[in-house]
């Protein structure tokens, strides 16, 4: 079992997507704490994207949220890196990927010390 641990970029992503989508925090909640390896998919080492559906999108889970959290394996931690909306853009770049990685590896050394 992982424990979920928000960080202040990832806060922020989700305070945004937040005023328009209602239930997204309860959604991104349970995802967290239901998350099971096998069934996300691995992009990365330790960095899995999700689907997450969001009660105030009728569409189901392919038109919805995607969801990248990265595994400290040495905590047990499961840090969400990125959060985006699959209608806003089809698939984040690997460029994008890396720099949300950065700041978030960042971010956890700062909240260890």
Wanted: hydrophobic fraction near 40%; glycine fraction near 2%.
């Amino acid at each position: 079992m992982f424990k979920p641990l928000l960080l202040p970029h990832f806060l922020k992503q989700l305070r945004e997507y937040g005023k328009k989508y209602f239930h997204l925090e309860t959604a991104v909640h349970e995802t967290l704490t239901t998350f099971q390896k096998d069934r996300a998919i691995l992009i990365r080492p330790h960095v899995y994207k999700i689907r997450l559906r969001s009660p105030d999108i009728r569409r189901g889970k392919s038109k919805s949220f995607r969801l990248i959290v990265l595994i400290v394996h040495y905590e047990t931690y499961l840090v969400p890196v990125v959060l985006y909306f699959k209608g806003d853009q089809r698939d984040i770049s690997k460029r994008e990927l890396i720099e949300y990685l950065k700041i978030t590896v960042k971010e956890l050394k700062a909240y260890k010390a």
